[in-house]
């Protein structure tokens, strides 16, 4: 499995912690950015990461932005794409 990674400027931080644990289970993955801290559109990452799923390049795609909302509805907008907005995690 190969995952995608996009980010604005509000989800740089979070973004690394990810990447490394699924280089701990030895997961593939492709950064498609952004790759620092200033203010950036995501309007560019999440359609990067979006398309790479829909051609087949990536198998799933996560994005990281300050709220999601913004990332989910672009990802959306590719034909083909079903992106979840995530904001909390619950365990049971």
Do not use: W
């Amino acid at each position: 499995m190969k995952v995608a990674f996009g980010c604005d400027h509000g989800g740089i931080n979070l973004k690394p912690v990810l990447i490394k644990f699924l280089q701990e289970k030895g997961v593939e993955y492709v950064d498609y950015g952004c790759f620092d801290t200033a203010s950036t559109d995501y309007n560019e990452y999440a359609l990067k990461v979006a398309n790479a799923v829909k051609s087949g390049e990536c198998d799933k795609g996560i994005l990281f932005c300050g709220t999601g909302i913004g990332m989910s509805i672009v990802a959306n907008k590719v034909k083909g794409i079903r992106c979840g907005h995530c904001h909390d995690v619950f365990f049971c």
